[in-house]
């Protein structure tokens, strides 16, 4: 999420500024997250903001292009603002939460429909809602700086902002694995992947910035982008698709640990990925996990953002109220200790109608 990168001295920007600006520049509506700080997380406000410019410009003859990007080097967005939303919750306003949600949501849809070319800048951290913001854009663009995670099992929420979609749409069963681990991955393999399209070095950034603003075009990014490497996810492919392709959580950990014992038939099977695959596992909430795998799953089926948005809502909105997702906060935002204790154990097998209910979009 960098974007600036440059474009203003030390892609900062002065205490008590808005933590999004919103300017013109040349032939391109400038977007900036600003809140470095906090990783550019996306509040209320900086929602709003985005909103209120992409609906400014959509008819507006004077900007051909948007750019966004963010302040900071260390992250383009780390997400949406979940401690607000489990704030809502614990004050009773569980609706006031849901419509956070759907709000976001709205955003990303808006980006995937906007009519003229957005350019996102992932020169950084990019997480959850972030990847929402992103890669449902025209042009997404990582530097190799850029890491992508959708790490949310792991607080007892799914990966959402559209993520359902995007996971179903990756070669075989790598989403599943990126899902339920929360792996992170570099720039190679988020195109590889179909989470960006453009690679573009991040000392050329402010040159392809200029160029945008000044031609209202998308040509500079054929010119100034790099032939993406080799991608280490896809070596990994046929060892994810044979466990991942086991029907539901209990049943992919016990083949991981069969590899990880040694039981494995396969001489070729990778113990040390198996080991890390299911120690990330285990530390998400089991609930979360099944209800991934359930998202994902509906979304290779139904195919569209919009169906996959709203199927997101329908979880997230029953999530939040759920333990695991008090519990999930709990380790990793208030006391810190990463040591969550589920509401379900890892081998707990959820019925189809114990997920559909939370898959229900009605009231």
């Known amino acids: 999420m960098s974007a600036l990168s440059g474009t203003l001295p030390g892609r900062a920007f002065p205490a008590g500024e808005p933590p999004v600006l919103v300017r013109r520049q040349g032939l391109a ?11 550019n997380m996306l509040n209320e406000p900086m929602l709003g903001a985005i909103e209120a410019a992409l609906s400014d410009w959509r008819h507006d003859p004077g900007i051909r292009l948007v750019i966004l ?20 919750v614990i004050a009773g306003d569980s609706a006031g939460a849901r419509a956070h949600c759907a709000r976001e949501y709205a955003l990303d849809a808006a980006i995937a429909g906007y009519p003229k070319p957005v350019v996102v800048l992932m020169d950084g951290a990019t997480m959850g809602g972030g990847i929402g913001l992103a890669s449902h854009a025209s042009h997404p ?16 929420w799914i990966p959402d902002s559209g993520a359902s979609l995007l996971l179903a749409r990756m070669p075989g069963h790598l989403g599943d694995w990126l899902a339920l681990t929360g792996e992170k991955v570099g720039a190679h393999d988020a ?29 500079a990014l054929a010119d100034l982008e790099e032939a993406p490497g080799p991608a280490r996810l896809l070596s990994l492919q046929p060892i994810v698709d ?56 509906q979304a290779r089926m139904q195919g569209t953002l919009e169906a996959a948005l709203a199927c997101e809502l329908s979880i997230v909105s029953r999530l939040m109220t759920h333990a695991d997702f008090a519990e999930g906060i709990r380790a990793a935002m208030i006391d810190r200790d990463r040591k969550p204790v589920w509401h ?14 939370f898959l229900d979009s009605s009231p």
């Open 29 to 39: 509506g400038r977007i900036t997250l600003n809140r470095p700080r906090a990783l």
């Open 242 to 297: 044979e466990v991942f392709a086991s029907a539901g959580v209990p049943a992919v950990l016990a083949r991981l640990d069969g590899i990880r014992q040694g039981d494995d038939t396969d001489p070729g099977a990778d113990i040390s990925w198996a080991s890390h695959t299911a120690a990330a596992m285990r530390k998400a909430s089991p609930l979360s996990l099944a209800l991934a795998l359930a998202a994902i799953g």
């Open 141 to 156: 663009v990582v530097t190799e700086r850029s890491t992508l995670a959708m790490p949310e099992c792991a607080i007892g």
């Open 191 to 219: 195109i590889a992947l179909g989470l960006a399209r453009h690679l573009v070095a991040s000392d050329r950034l402010d040159t392809l910035v200029d160029r945008l603003c000044r031609d209202g075009e998308t040509k």
């Open 69 to 88: 990007d963010a302040a900071g080097t260390r992250a383009f967005c780390a997400g949406g603002d979940i401690a607000a939303v489990h704030g809502r």
């Open 344 to 357: 379900h154990p890892h081998d707990r097998v959820f019925e189809v109608d114990e997920l559909a209910r």
